[in-house]
């Protein structure tokens, strides 16, 4: 199994572009997140899913947008980029709700950087 | 809001020697997890501890939560160059919202 796969692994993007980045998991999860990671911040949840169709926001939110149309699919789309957004992002699911100390499941990371 | 408070934030040790990485809170949390990360992959998880007191261990690596449950410690025996990497601790809210709250990370570096 390919376990939680991010794609593109590197982006350059001017300001005020627009991308996606992709998620997908093989491991028939119902549980999704995406973190952004910046240097000595840890981890910022920016939205999760509970299941297709479910989607709420997390602590940073702002610039950002997802859909979850189907369980193994999770993409973010970052609608006019600003140099706040680069950072390196992390795409997660887990089996269980991590009320039920669930393990997330990381994918490898996009690094994205906004010019 | 509750925050985990990691200490220390870098670390630099010659193979062999023991170390200990630290991860308060004032707020109560339900569980607590370890992950580690390597250069250009994702965290992955080491252990999670859910009882006040409890301690597990991982080979070489120790693990225990806080009493109150509020604080939790990493102990590493005999570091070796394998044990490099960024350690984070996350939180499970005592709201229990399912929303992990992360440390911000011990950067670990272990010299042969």
């Known amino acids: 199994n390919a376990g939680v796969t991010q794609t593109p692994k590197f982006r350059i993007l001017k300001i005020g572009q627009s991308m996606t980045l992709q998620c997908a998991q093989d491991?028939?999860?119902?549980?999704m997140y995406w973190y952004r990671q910046d240097p000595g911040m840890g981890l910022k949840l920016i939205y999760y899913?509970?299941?297709?169709?479910?989607?709420d926001k997390g602590e940073v939110p702002n610039g950002y947008n997802v859909s979850r149309s189907t369980t193994e699919d999770f993409p973010l789309r970052l609608e006019l980029a600003a140099p706040s957004q680069t950072s390196v992002y992390f795409c997660?699911?887990?089996?269980?709700?991590?009320?039920?100390?669930?393990?997330?499941?990381f994918g490898e990371g996009s690094r994205l950087t906004v010019l | 809001t509750q925050l985990l408070e990691q200490s220390p934030q870098f670390l630099s040790i010659q193979e062999g020697e023991n170390l200990t990485v630290y991860c308060n809170s004032s707020?109560?949390?339900?569980?607590l997890q370890w992950y580690r990360q390597e250069p250009g992959e994702g965290p992955v998880l080491l252990v999670t501890v859910v009882t006040g007191g409890e301690v597990k261990k991982l080979k070489r690596l120790t693990f225990q939560f806080g009493d109150a449950r509020k604080d939790s410690s990493l102990h590493i025996t005999a570091a070796q160059p394998g044990d490099t990497g960024l350690y984070l601790c996350a939180g499970n809210g005592s709201s229990n919202t399912g929303k992990l709250i992360f440390g911000q990370g011990t950067t670990l570096q272990v010299k042969p």
């Open positions: 707020s109560v949390f339900s569980s």
């Open positions: 491991m028939n999860h119902n549980y």
């Open positions: 997660a699911s887990s089996r269980r709700a991590l009320t039920d100390t669930g393990e997330l499941f």
């Open positions: 899913s509970v299941g297709a169709g479910i989607t």
